[in-house]
C-alpha cells in the first residue's frame, strides 16, 4: 500500500501500521487497544455541524447508518459509549437512545467536567477512555483522554493537538471509523454485529 502516513501530531510517521482507513502511526493502536469507553461530541462528529432550523424552530439533524452501526457494534463488543454535547435535543436524544448509547449528558458547554464525572461513575482511567470531537469546546477532554481523536475536518487547532484525526469527515462516517479502530484494535471487529440502526 502506497498511501501516505497519517501523521500525529508529534510527527511520529516512522512505525505505522495499516487499518481498515489507511496507516495509522503504531502508538494510535497501541492507545485505542485499552479504550473501554468512547465519548462523542454530537455536532460537527456524528452530524456535519449544520442545523437546519424550520420557520417553525422546530431544529431537524441528519444522521449517518454507518456512524449507527459502529456505535451498536462497539457497544456490543463491550465498550461503552457515551456523549457529551453543549446543545440540548429531543433528537439527540431519541437517535442516541435508539443507538443503545448508555450515557447521555446534554447541555453541557464545559465539558471536561462532565468527562471527569463519568470516568469516576465508571471507575476508569483516562487512559482508558477516547473522545471524538470536531472544535475548539472539545480540545480539553481531547487532551485529557488517552485517546484523543480529531474527525479530518474538525478545527485547525484541534486537529493539532489530537493523537488521532480521522480520515472520514464529522457526520459521514468518522465515529464509523474510530468505532472500526477500537474494535481492530481490541480483535473484536471481524465478529461485529450492530443489527438495524
Known sequence: MNA???????????????????????DVLARAKKIKLLVCDVDGVFSDGRIYLGNDAEELKAFHTKDGFGIKALGNSGVD????????????????SALNVKYIVQ??????????????QLNLTPDEIAYIGDDIPDLACVLHVGLGVAVSDAHPSLVAKADYTTFIRGGFGAVREVCDLIMQCQGTLDNATGGSV
Not at 502516513?5 to 495499516?18: E, L, M, W
Not at 459509549?81 to 442516541?96: F, L, Y
Open 4 to 26: 501516505s502516513p497519517h501523521i500525529t501530531p508529534n510527527g511520529n510517521t516512522n512505525v505505522n501500521a495499516n487499518t481498515l482507513y489507511g496507516e495509522v502511526a503504531i
Open 81 to 96: 459509549v457515551a456523549i457529551i454535547t453543549g446543545r440540548r435535543s429531543v433528537i439527540v436524544a431519541n437517535r442516541m
Open 107 to 120: 447541555g453541557q458547554e464545559d465539558k471536561l467536567p462532565a468527562l471527569i464525572h463519568l470516568a469516576k
